[in-house]
């Protein structure tokens, strides 16, 4: 049985070894000023609020979410695990003139415990968070009253590693079978236990709606989830 910390370990270490050749995989970012490009803009158009609110893009990767929230209008934070990733992000946004903050943090461990946020942004990262539960309660806890978290995820089907596939190799390196026992969300096939978890973390309105093939790799389920904090009763503690 892996621990937790060796399971994330493990998974920062993959995510580190990607990241100069990240952007380089279809699927993993659209590149900017594509006509797909602008459907991933409107996309987050429609999900986001009116701009500007206060955005935390948690496993920001390279910056692909965060930059499109910041070009439309976002004071965005990023935060990852894997330093490697960040430093490919902060490059990009100053090639690309824009300003977001970039710092390493922990999506399923946030460093910040008050609500500081509108926004919980997270892309193509619930199936790899371990302790998601966890992560999911602590994002309500940063957002102010009538937040909101949006997911842009998809439900995958894993195949066997290709043994002749460098990529599957380094993937199935990191991602072992203990590792892969430590996500709770990686291997579920549909929207009940994403559903559930948030709910049951105290969320109100949780929508989870289908997206067209196209936000996916031909393979999977891509969808969209927003689910609002709302407001706390008076007196309500935090219960970090």
């Known amino acids: 049985?892996?621990?937790?910390?060796?399971?994330?370990?493990?998974?920062?270490?993959?995510?580190?070894?990607?990241?100069?050749?990240?952007?380089?995989?279809?699927?993993?970012?659209?590149?900017?000023?594509?006509?797909?490009?602008?459907?991933?803009?409107?996309?987050?158009?429609?999900?986001?609020?009116?701009?500007?609110?206060?955005?935390?893009?948690?496993?920001?990767?390279?910056?692909?979410?965060?930059?499109?929230?910041?070009?439309?209008?976002?004071?965005?934070?990023?935060?990852?695990?894997?330093?490697?990733?960040?430093?490919?992000?902060?490059?990009?946004?100053?090639?690309?003139?824009?300003?977001?903050?970039?710092?390493?943090?922990?999506?399923?461990?946030?460093?910040?415990?008050?609500p500081g946020y509108d926004v919980v942004l997270c892309r193509h990262a619930m199936w790899t968070l371990r302790n998601a539960h966890e992560a999911i309660r602590r994002w309500r806890n940063v957002l102010r009253p009538n937040g909101r978290v949006v997911v842009i995820d998809s439900f995958h089907a894993w195949s066997r590693p290709d043994p002749a596939s460098e990529q599957d190799q380094l993937f199935y390196k990191h991602y072992t079978p203990d590792v892969q026992a430590a996500l709770p969300f990686m291997h579920v096939r549909d929207e009940d236990a994403v559903l559930a978890a948030f709910e049951g973390a105290g969320y109100d309105n949780v929508v989870f709606d289908d997206l067209p093939p196209s936000f996916g790799d031909g393979t999977s389920r891509p969808y969209i989830l927003i689910a609002l904090r709302g407001v706390d009763p008076p007196n309500a503690e935090s219960n970090l």
């Open 1 to 114: 049985m892996t621990s937790e910390s060796d399971a994330q370990e493990s998974i920062t270490a993959f995510w580190s070894a990607v990241a100069p050749h990240y952007d380089e995989h279809p699927g993993n970012i659209v590149p900017f000023g594509i006509e797909e490009y602008e459907r991933w803009t409107e996309l987050f158009r429609r999900a986001l609020p009116q701009a500007p609110s206060d955005l935390l893009d948690v496993c920001t990767g390279t910056g692909f979410a965060a930059f499109i929230a910041a070009t439309l209008g976002h004071r965005v934070t990023g935060i990852d695990l894997a330093s490697s990733m960040l430093r490919v992000a902060r490059l990009k946004a100053k090639e690309r003139g824009l300003e977001v903050r970039f710092i390493e943090d922990d999506a399923a461990a946030l460093a910040l415990t008050q």
